[in-house]
Each structure stands twice: as C-alpha cells, then as structure tokens.
C-alpha cells in the first residue's frame, strides 16, 4: 500500500496541505517565491502550516524549491523525442514505483507500483519496460535513465540485486525473471542514454520527491 504524504503550501496559488504531489504542483508551477515541503503525517504538515516555512526549509536554498515546469526548455543535447524512466522507493527496500515519461512533451507514458523492492530494481524495470513498450509500438527513440546500475544490468540482462527472495518479494523476483528473460529473447536498436543530472537537473521522469 502506497504510504500517503502531505504536503504544505505555504505560499502558493492557493496556500493549503494537500494529499499529492499533484495537488501540490498544481499550486505552485509558475508561481513565484513558491514555498512548500512534504511531511510524513498530518499532524507534522498542521503544525508546519501554522509556523513559518523558513523553520522548515532553508533560506539559502533556490529562491523556490520549485521542480522545472512542463514548459522549461531543455538543455541543447538533450533529444526531446525520447523516453525518460525513474524510479522512486520510500525506503529501500520499501514502497517502489517508477515511470516512464515522453521527455520532451513531459507527459507520462506509464506508471508501474508501488510495490515492495529497491530503487535499483525500480529503474532496472523501467528500462525494460520503456524496451519491450518501444518495440511493441515500433517507436525509435532513446530511453534516458540516471542509473548507472540499472543501465550496466540492462545491458549484461541480469538484475544483480541483492534483495532477499521470500515471500514478500516473490511477485517482484517473478517480474524480475519475466524482464530478464525480454532481455534474453529479443534484440532492440533503442538507444540506452545516461541522464546527467549535474549538468541537467532531475531526469523528466523524477517523482519530484526530494
């Protein structure tokens, strides 16, 4: 089950605890001077709301704390016609998820989770993921991810986690198997680009959760 967090809008279109990030980007994309933080529970996002933010949050931090916007135009190497992959986990292990996002439009093209693993196995899933969807469509784009592990796993067709396979993870171990075996069984001329984000900032596909 996906662990609900809050997230407080200090100064925003509309100022508020919210219970998505969604909700959350809605009130403070293009909003300048844009504050605000998650918390892991409700009392904690009240008693933040009715405080200042910079109790919260650093002053010296970017004057807004605010993602890139749909609209922010890309760094020039980047290809906009292309797929970016992340994953997210809340703890790790713990609750996994990861997606896939059409880079230069921003829009999501899948969403896999949560469910009980490691961040690594989330971007090493979403690589093969974005392969085998690409294939299916016949689309030629590359895929973009920030993992260096997720990408070298890719590329050797084996995922060399070290999570305990027990019954909690059985269902994750069966996906694993089941990507590993795309990887043995089918040949693609998709391009596997690493992400730079020193030079980029957060890969498209980013939860935003940082």
């Not at 009130?27 to 918390?39: H, N």
Request: contains cysteine; positive net charge; charged residues 25%.
């Amino acid at each position: 089950m996906k662990k609900e967090k809050f997230y407080v809008v200090w100064a925003g279109v509309n100022p508020g605890i919210y219970t998505s990030w969604t909700e959350c980007q809605l009130q403070i994309k293009g909003y300048e001077g844009a504050k605000f933080k998650s918390f892991e529970t409700r009392e904690e996002a009240e008693r933040a709301f009715a405080a200042s933010p910079y109790d919260y949050i650093k002053r010296s931090a970017s004057p807004t704390n605010v993602p890139k916007s749909a609209d922010a135009p890309l760094p020039a190497a980047v290809i906009e016609n292309s797929l970016a992959v992340d994953a997210a986990c809340s703890g790790n292990p713990g609750a996994m998820e990861y997606q896939g996002v059409h880079v230069g439009s921003r829009q999501q093209v899948f969403h896999f989770g949560p469910m009980y693993g490691t961040n690594n196995i989330g971007e090493f899933l979403a690589i093969v993921h974005g392969l085998a969807l690409l294939k299916q469509k016949g689309f030629d784009m590359p895929i973009y991810s920030d993992s260096v592990n997720a990408i070298n796993w890719v590329r050797q067709k084996k995922c060399k986690t070290k999570l305990p396979r027990e019954p909690k993870t059985e269902e994750l171990f069966l996906l694993i198997e089941r990507a590993e075996k795309w990887l043995r069984e089918n040949t693609y001329t998709t391009r596997i680009l690493k992400w730079e984000t020193k030079q980029w900032g957060e890969v498209p596909a980013d939860f935003g959760r940082k």
